[in-house]
């Protein structure tokens, strides 16, 4: 039993196209950030093959920036995987979130998950607890499209760009998720949780290992369990 | 290195869908329990803030503030302002970049 009605096929075309056009500055945006990527990984010794491989199969910014990283500091291949894992398990929280949103078998609900990636989940948020999963799909799509260009790009031609921090291609990250944070402060709760997670993720990064801080701040959102037994 | 290269991909390939995957296994299909909703609704800002602030006033594991800070700062502007996405990030970079010449 299902309390939503099950959107027609017009529903759901509308919802596709909505959410392709509401990603399309993201995905410009991952363009580039992935195009940092790509020269990052050929840095640190990828071939170029293997950093648009890892774009087209593991499609999470972070986790690959932060397990080339660790190998190009010589690190193994067992801290790389561990390091990418703890910067994804922010997609726990967010799959939980979206989880009751997403019909079908276990199976076919966790290959619906694969679509989430940070701006089509924020953007698919209804506000009210459910998520509209055609906006999540019709949005994931050309961001997908754009993050392999954009590695592509970067490592076939990142020796143009020898240092990428000279270019100040590591602001982009940042301001891509400032983006969103701005377009989810709806009101003085969201803003007060963006601020205290914010700071406790801070707090955290000197003595927790790289990807627990993030983590952490979705502790933050369970003052949203006092907020619904006073509504 | 080539080997630990694809190893690691293989590696953060199996790592992410299992991540991405267990939310939707354990809660799919139900409707939302009332109470979850409000946790649902606060994650979002509590997540993408600390991505944030991790990747502006720290570098690493290191709080580090330095010309990205800046740039990120004046891409915040641009975007408060409801200026377009890609200005923003543009300006960012501009202005981390030029920062990074003149220092």
Redesign the interface.
Known sequence: MSSTSVPGEGQRDASLRAGFRAALPYAAVGFLLSMSFGILARDSGFPAEAAIVMSAIVFAGSAQFAAVSILASGGTAGAAVAAAALMNSRFLPMGIALGPSLPGRAAWRAAQGQAVVDASWAMSNRGDGTFDRWFLFGSTAPQYVTWIAGTTLGALGGDLFSDPSRFGLDAIYPTFFLALVISEVKDRTTLVIAVVGGLLALSLVEVAPAGLPVLAASLVALWGLRRGRAA | ??A??????A???V???I??????????????P?????????????????????????T????HVG??TV??AV??VV??RRG???V??VL???????L??IT
């Open positions: 290195m080539t630990t290269v694809w190893w690691t991909i590696g953060c390939t790592v992410t869908a991540i991405k995957g267990i939310g939707p296994v354990a809660l799919g299909g139900r409707d939302v009332p109470r979850l909703t409000g946790v649902i609704t606060l994650m979002a800002p509590a997540l993408l803030a600390a991505l944030v602030v991790t990747s502006t006033f720290a690493g594991d290191r709080w010309a990205h740039g990120v891409g915040g975007l408060l377009p996405l890609i923003a990030v960012a970079v501009a202005v981390t970049a030029g990074r010449a």
